[in-house]
T-cell receptor, first 115, second 114 residues
Framework: DAKTTQPPSMDCAEGRAANLPCNHS???????VYWYRQIHSQGPQYIIH???NNETNEMASLIITEDRKSSTLILPHATLRDTAVYYC????????????????FGQGTILTVHP | DTEVTQTPKHLVMGMTNKKSLKCEQH?????MYWYKQKAKKPPELMFV???????INESVPSRFSPECPNSSLLNLHLHALQPEDSALYLC?????????????FGNGTRLTVT
């Protein structure tokens, strides 16, 4: 699987947009970009995923660059409850190969939302 | 609340004990997963089941024995564990194992081996 690089930590003021970057320069054409977050003492929570196009749901927006080598997760109006570890993951889309089916977590970004 | 239910929430066991962790989902998902998470580390994949068959074993020691009795249930049988096996054990499910099927996680079982 392609590796991802994320900043170890970020801060954001409550009510402002949180923009979390992720580099995945070795991503293949058959790999999705996934974002999860994990709030202390809970299981990881799915946020959003995409292949090539930008995606938006009720939680966040995912912006993928045209060359697919990086992406940004946007939380439009951060709240204190968004404080968590955010994981950017690339995941093989198609069958075949030993990586199929795996979702492999990296170190993630600790996002702290301040009042 | 999550749609993947894990029991028990906490478990303390001795090194000679045998115990089981249970995971249940009723979303009709056909893929189920076990992850292990040590403190301040990311989750690490242990096993993947697809259509009730084991499809991935990430070289996990045999003292961990997974079982998928039906499409809704996933067990992890534990025997002769070591203190370093103390961790949060997470179960997840997805519609399929393909890359377009997000995993949904439970809140885990926190295991302490004494």
């Amino acid at each position: 699987d392609a590796k991802t690089t994320q900043p170890p930590s970020m801060d954001c003021a409550e009510g402002r947009a949180a923009n979390l970057p992720c580099n995945h320069s070795t991503i293949s054409g058959n790999e999705y970009v996934y974002w999860y977050r994990q709030i202390h003492s809970q299981g990881p929570q799915y946020i959003i995923h995409g292949l090539k196009n930008n995606e938006t749901n009720e939680m966040a927006s995912l912006i993928i660059t045209e060359d697919r080598k990086s992406s940004t997760l946007i939380l439009p109006h951060a709240t204190l409850r968004d404080t968590a570890v955010y994981y950017c993951i690339v995941r093989v889309a198609t069958a075949g190969g030993t990586s199929y089916g795996k979702l492999t977590f990296g170190q993630g970004t600790i996002l702290t939302v301040h009042p | 609340d999550t749609e993947v239910t894990q029991t028990p929430k906490h478990l303390v066991m001795g090194m000679t004990n045998k115990k089981s962790l249970k995971c249940e989902q009723h979303m009709g998902h056909r893929a189920m997963y076990w992850y292990k998470q040590k403190a301040k580390k990311p989750p690490e994949l242990m096993f993947v089941y697809s259509y009730e068959k084991l499809s991935i074993n990430e070289s996990v020691p045999s003292r961990f024995s997974p079982e998928c009795p039906n499409s809704s249930l996933l067990n992890l049988h534990l025997h002769a564990l070591q203190p370093e096996d103390s961790a949060l054990y997470l179960c997840a499910s997805s519609q399929m194992t393909g890359g377009n099927s997000p995993l949904h996680f439970g809140n885990g079982t926190r295991l302490t081996v004494t």
